[in-house]
């Protein structure tokens, strides 16, 4: 079983907690109140990270299931893959982000999903689970690389918020892969179990 320590991250909580503390930053310099990050999920194509005043557009991880029925080896590589999409960005984050309790909350992300990446391998080469890819997979990658690529053109506080807003939404998204795809498709018992632990720290 997976096991997180007590009084974990809560990384939805958390990022919401950073993103009110920017936009009070940011009203401090306008008449005009800061706007909270929109709801919506998009699929739409690459959209800029940050323009003026506007929210991120992030794609949605929410994909049509082009696969009827994932494998374990295929939702192995998925969760994996995901954890290290969020230290990739968090690493961005460390060498990007202006406000420090952006970089504390990027240096949080990096521990936490290194820690669950670790536990989760451990899982799988204990049971004997062969990862393989899918289209799900190849298509949550390449979404990555896009984010990345667009929050590596940012600097200062359009990073900050930029950053801020894809993870609230990429944790919302990642919330419904988790109930809807990932745990609903997994066979292997143990599999099973690790991947509900992970689903309750994006909580």
């Known amino acids: 079983m997976l096991h997180l320590k007590d009084g974990s991250i809560r990384v939805a909580h958390v990022a919401g907690l950073v993103w009110l ?9 306008s008449s005009t109140p800061a706007e909270a990050p929109s709801a919506t999920i998009t699929t739409s194509a690459a959209v800029p990270l940050h323009q003026a005043a506007q929210p991120v557009s992030v794609e949605s991880t929410r994909a049509p299931r082009i696969d009827a029925s994932l494998t374990d080896g295929q939702i ?42 670790q536990h989760l ?54 919330l419904r892969l988790f109930d809807e795809t990932l745990i609903p498709d997994a066979r292997n018992p143990a599999l099973n179990t690790a991947l509900q632990a992970t689903r309750a720290r994006l909580i």
């Open 121 to 174: 391998d451990a899982v799988v080469q204990n049971q004997n689970i062969a990862p393989a890819d899918s289209t799900l997979g190849t298509s949550l990658r390449s979404s990555d690389h896009a984010l990345k690529d667009a929050l590596l053109a940012q600097s200062g506080a359009d990073f900050d918020q930029s950053y801020i807003t894809a993870q609230l939404k990429s944790h919302e998204d990642a």
């Open 21 to 29: 503390t920017l936009a009070g930053c940011a009203a401090t310099k």
């Open 76 to 117: 192995a590589s998925i969760a994996s893959d995901l954890h290290r999409a969020e230290i990739n960005d968090a690493t961005v984050a460390l060498a990007q982000a202006q406000n420090p309790k952006v970089k504390a909350y990027a240096q949080e992300m990096v521990s936490v999903d290194a820690n669950v990446e």
